[in-house]
């Protein structure tokens, strides 16, 4: 039997970070050969809030390539692809389109987060409000049964439920309800104590060196009951423990005492995190640096994963046409 269908985007913003690491990626990973693997890097996506200035959008694009490649992604087990190669995906937006209702767009919280959190850009357009309808065509197009997504994707994923309900009942059966599958730490906050991201300059990236992640560490707000080093600390409000929980599983429980017992300063703490996460990158940053000297296997990588997905959306597109009598 053939395997199910787990797809993901991405939003190539430029190199990743670890908000991106522990929110699909390592699900993904993880699962690469449970599954038939989708994943692939919205640029059409990214030109919707980067729409007045494109041009940096496809060495991101790159950027982000080579950091999946070194990350653990296996071209041999997954289709990795750009999602402007596809065609038919702008084609299947269309149809969408025509069946979504306006107020499922408005109403989507993420929707209405974004316009207030970037306020420096214009985001007042058609291609901003329809992100969830192009989003749905990037999964129905193939059809997926998984998509690993963080917590703040999950609007998303039921608009795209919804659509294709929506489809399947105007026009006849087509489309699965596709799945979401959530990565267990969710969001991971920046430093900034904001939800890690690029565009709010909060992020630590998996190619900052030892010496950038220890400066990054050092500015992350602690307990702000805890002023002096005797203060017992607090480390369930302390957004550096909240790394802690996703690095050191281990020996969390004496992290945890040494703070409440008032055994360590927070700024030893930060640097012991800083350590840890550089530790659990190095390998990764030298993968990396080799995939970089190669870029004739990055392109060649991407042109195969174009021709294996567009032969999956040209059959859907097939039977849309037919379904909707415009075949
Ligand atoms: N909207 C997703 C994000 O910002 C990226 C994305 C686009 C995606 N299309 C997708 C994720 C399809 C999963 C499936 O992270
Ligand atoms: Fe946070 Fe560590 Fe300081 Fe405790 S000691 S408040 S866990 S930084």
Redesign the pocket.
Known sequence: MAKPIMLTGFRPTGKLHLGHLHGNIMNMIGHQHQYDNYFFLVDWHALSTEYQNPKHIKKNLIDCLIDLIALGIDPQQTHLYRQSDIPEITELTLYFSMITPLPWLERCPTYKEQISQLQSKDLSTLGFLSYPVLMAADILIVNADMVPVGEDQLPHLEITREISRRFNHFYGPVFKEPQAMLSQSKRVMGTDGRKMSKSYGNAIFLTDSKEVIRKKTRMMI??PQ?VRLKDP???DV?N??DFYKIYRQNDLGSIGDR?KNAE???TQ??DELAETIYESLKDFQAKRSLLEKDMKKIYSILDRGKEEVRAVAKKTIAAVREKIGID
């Open positions: 602690t307990d805890r600390g607090h480390p302390c550096i423990f703070c360590i300063g927070c703490c930060k």
